[in-house]
């Protein structure tokens, strides 16, 4: 049964958070439609260049992407604390490289305002504004509005692009985020679009290795959103959020359980464990629990350990 945002979203349980949204009738509205013959992967880099500019407009990083040809997926990190260090030009900045903006704001830039009331009023909405900078609805609402604008513009029609509502998943613990991330990675594999995470494209795993691969080379590959970095191997300032993983070890994993999941190569499967799921404490049978089983329900609240307790618990009565 669906459920209010506000009892999905919670920052005070975890700043993570896995969203998809999916086309109207599960159309090929950024793919080929077989029925129609029509081919619209031109719209996938309309999802890449605008999560592009939300990245950097946004106190939300991007942790996870995928882009299909009927839906895609989102892990963000939103950072609630960042957008206080920002004072108000910075605000009135970053919004309006999205939106027109109220025309006292406008007044304000010009040097127009004179009165501490017109001030008090221009805070009200700068205020405003630097909160829905770290919402994560209207992150989702700049994304999906702006497709579906470009998208019907070009079809020359009116309607729905999307389902009504994008889906939210809280990611409760580290295995939970773990999980998720590898599960949204692999969506072109596990769909058999793609045989290798290099030509998986459209998603932030391609995307990590191709900025490895850039940074020892003068490879110009088009632009691609700024992902959340991972914590080892990087030097960055205190304030700079980062995964609670390293990267090096995270695309193994990837590549990893896209073994596992892909049949034909199975005895292709590492016989040593990746070190990622040793510091969790997991076995294989258990990420492959996680990571390939229990992602693909509905879940809204999402701990990754609880989660597989419950699951073994029920496995454990069955044999019973």
Request: net charge positive; charged share 30%.
């Amino acid at each position: 049964m669906t459920q209010p945002r506000s009892k999905i979203v919670s920052l005070a349980e975890t700043p993570y958070y896995h969203c998809v949204s999916r086309c109207v009738r599960q159309a090929w509205l950024c793919g080929e439609d077989s029925y129609t013959g029509k081919n619209f992967d031109h719209r996938k880099p309309w999802l890449l260049d605008r999560l592009r500019l939300l990245g950097e407009v946004f106190a939300i990083d991007i942790a996870a992407y995928a882009i299909m040809s009927n839906h895609y997926h989102v892990v963000l990190h939103v950072d609630q604390a960042r957008p206080r260090s920002w004072d108000r030009d910075e605000v009135i900045r970053r919004w309006r490289r999205l939106h027109m903006g109220d025309p006292l704001v406008r007044r304000y830039l010009r040097g127009e305002l004179q009165t501490k009331k017109e001030y008090r009023r221009l805070d009200m909405i700068v205020n405003t504004w630097r909160d829905r900078l770290s919402s994560l609805s209207w992150f989702m609402k700049s994304l999906n509005e702006y497709i579906a604008r470009k998208a019907n513009q070009e079809d020359d029609c009116k309607g729905r692009f999307w389902e009504g509502r994008f889906k939210s998943q809280a990611l409760l613990d580290n295995a939970a985020l773990l999980s998720c991330m590898v599960y949204v990675d692999l969506n072109p594999v596990r769909a058999g679009i793609s045989a290798t995470l290099e030509n998986s494209d459209f998603t932030s795993v391609q995307a990590r290795i191709r900025r490895v691969a850039k940074e020892k080379s003068e490879d110009n590959t088009r632009p691609i959103p700024r992902l959340m970095p991972f914590r080892a191997g990087v030097e960055l300032d205190d304030k700079t959020a980062t995964l609670p993983f390293d990267l090096k070890e995270y695309i193994e994993l990837v590549d990893w359980t896209g073994r596992i999941a892909r049949r034909d190569k199975t005895g292709h499967i590492p016989k040593n464990t990746p070190r990622a799921l040793s510091a969790l404490q997991l076995t294989e049978r258990r990420w492959r629990m996680l990571a390939l089983e229990i992602q693909k329900e509905a879940i809204t609240m999402f701990n990754g350990l609880d989660k597989l307790a419950a699951r073994e618990k029920r496995g454990e009565r069955k044999a019973a």
